[in-house]
């Protein structure tokens, strides 16, 4: 398990005693599993992140960052007719205790610009942020390894829990 | 424009077109055997059997490219002839597809075993622009040192798509863009015949039942 942390948005929420409990118990937990990213050749300037998602409580996954690239976005990708379409989304729903996957054919976390190599056995520190029913957001710090870029499936698939920490 | 004027999907509706009507499919059989004697004297393949992707072997075309390897050299098809090609149309910074593909064609390539020498597997760029041939090379040879990607100008990139009945498209997408594209794997018959597209959700097992009916 990484270290959690209070970012100072959910600080700041949580001085505001009078809410502190109710917000709380609604709180969605969000658990990151078997979390990893694609390894790039030299000049490759792309790349995405995998992993499984279970949210206790209706929740989104509303952003991601990672110094490791100048931007990154939440994509969906779909075939229709043997065409391949990516496409970036507002938000990512995480319904009450069911496991969301971002695997290839589906979602992923995409880097842009990224500002080097990213080589198997390297490890990839990004924060997802999600936003509950309430709206109220809190972030995951997740430590992804990264796998060879010609993975085809998670090795782990279906195995391991708890790489990432809700703060 | 970069995009192809050609409907996602075409290939299926023609697929479905010529497999529909056994007659026709004689007469386009009896056709090609008049039209290929040479070929026909060493005898014809057989029909390929219960395949999982698109039998093409009736299919009214055909296509070839003339595209440079990350040496600068022009290939076309001959250069393969003697060859089984599997031939994709993708891009470097995908993160999902075109890994998977890849992956799926060394799969296959292994599941061939002595014959796999056999396979040539051909990446063509959608996105010269940014995959430029060290990074192509890097890539492609990353999954399999035998694999080879291939490169033209924009123009040659849209003509070539074109002629495989490819689509793609760029799409801006935050402070980037990404490529929409055709995710069929086309595979050649060692003489230089189309015949069969693999789709994207075979598995690479699918994918070898299919193309050792060609070896
Ligand atoms: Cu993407």
Redesign the pocket.
Known sequence: MTKTTLTSHALKLLCLAALSLVVSAARADVRVEDPWVRATVPGQS?S?AFMRLTSSAPAKLVSASAKIADSV?V?E?SMTDNVMR?KQIPALDLPAGKTVELAPGGY?I?FFKLHSQLKDGDTVPMTLVFEDAQGKRSSVDVQAPVRPLTAAMPAGHGAHAGHGAHK | MMTPDIAPGSIASLNADSSANPARRRVLLSLAAAAALPLAACGRDGQLKNVHGIDLTDAKWSADFSLKDPDGKTRSIADFKDKLVMLFFGFTQ???VCPTTLARAAQVKAGLGADGSKLQVLFITVDPERDTPDVLRAYTTAFDPGFLGLYGDAKQTVDTAKAFKVFFQKVP?GSSY?MEHTALTYVFDTRGQLRLALRHEQTAAECLSDIRQLV
């Open positions: 792309a995405g976005e994509h990708m990516m992923h995409m | 995908c993160p999902d997408t990404t």
